[in-house]
């Protein structure tokens, strides 16, 4: 158990929404096979926004609702798969957007792309218990539309751009809050069922080989299903046997909302209820590494989740790595 406990909260979503009946027009896709297929009835596409504007905007409000000021942050982690730009990484970006006293805070990127805020989370927990930092701002934006590719239905419809941002602390005397377990799997074989070829110094983006297609999202969704479903049931009964609570003792389960259908295999084939399970697919989309933290903070703004609960977070991401934090809130 680690004495630390998430302080503050923030998100951003781009103005632009888009329907599942405005992608039809734009691409095609039957907004009725949409809906069915995925569990999305609409998401958000960012148009003037950045990854940097909106991280910044969702950091402004973690940051008002904990009452701390910018200059008492001593760590920032961009905890996201698509970054600001290639160099340098996005949290120095994010000091100097935020005004934050140069030099106060540690800034580094974590990319475990959906599961990149629960390792950051672990990081910070494991670095605020050794009194390394006193509060970590971690913020996840993400924009996903521009990569991805409208020959793949699935990809297409599901995802969705969005930032969200914590700011982590130790636990003061007399409060409840903790990270009591966390743990991660990385099953590679499945390294290249989901990927982005380009951008990288393999398929570099000054190499005249390197095709337009490289640098779109590719899924292949039934087989990434088939292996986090094989999976992430034993990965879960061990996590849970660990953690010695009992699926009843969990007030919400935080899911990273890969699709309806991986959202509801958990609590079907896994025992936990659909009461237990927050989901914001329908409107958000898979928001990649912003999901776990947007779906987290909209459940507390709108009182689903509150100071004391026992909420498990978990899901999984392209690795194919499978992943889990339980926390009291």
Not at 70 to 96: F, K, M, W
Not at 105 to 118: E, G, K, R, Y
Not at 232 to 258: M, N, T
Not at 281 to 308: D, F, K, W, Y
Request: charged letters at 15%; proline letters at 3%; hydrophobic letters at 45%.
């Amino acid at each position: 158990m680690l004495p630390v406990k998430i302080a503050g909260l923030g998100w951003y979503l781009p103005e632009r929404r888009v329907t599942n009946a405005d992608l039809e027009a734009q691409t095609g896709i039957p907004a009725d096979w949409i809906e069915r297929a995925t569990g999305v009835q609409e998401r958000r596409y960012a148009t003037t926004e950045t990854t940097l504007s909106m991280g910044a905007a969702a950091s402004r409000m973690a940051l008002k609702e904990t009452g701390f000021g910018v200059e008492g942050i001593d760590a920032i982690i961009s905890a996201a798969t698509g970054a600001q730009q290639a160099i340098p990484c996005t949290a120095a970006l994010l000091q100097r957007e935020l005004n934050a006293p140069e030099g106060a805070s540690a800034c580094f990127d974590v990319n475990a792309t959906c599961l990149s805020f629960l390792f950051a989370l672990q990081t910070a927990a494991y670095l605020i218990a050794a009194g390394v930092y006193r509060r970590v701002l971690i913020v996840s934006s993400e924009i996903v539309s521009s990569s991805l590719n409208p020959l793949e239905r699935e990809s297409a419809a599901l995802f969705g751009d969005a930032a969200a941002a914590a700011i982590v602390t130790h636990t003061e005397a007399g409060e409840a809050n903790a990270l009591w377990h966390s743990h991660f799997e990385t099953y590679s074989s499945g390294a290249d069922l989901t990927q982005i070829l380009g951008g990288g110094t393999l398929h570099h983006p000054n190499d005249p080989s390197t095709a337009p297609e490289m640098n779109m999202f590719h899924m292949r969704g039934i087989q990434v299903f088939r292996q986090a479903s094989l999976l992430s049931g034993p990965f879960l009964e061990r996590f849970l046997a660990r953690l010695e609570w009992k699926r009843s003792h969990i007030d919400a389960v935080v899911l990273h909302q890969a699709s309806r259908h991986a959202i509801e295999q958990l609590h079907t084939r896994l025992g936990f209820t659909e009461e237990q399970v927050v989901m914001n697919l329908a409107l958000r989309g898979n928001c990649v590494a912003a999901s776990i933290p947007l779906t987290l903070a909209e459940a507390v703004h709108n009182g689903r989740i509150r100071r004391g609960d026992r909420v498990l977070l978990a899901g999984t991401g392209a690795g194919l790595t499978l992943g889990a934090i339980a926390i009291t809130y």
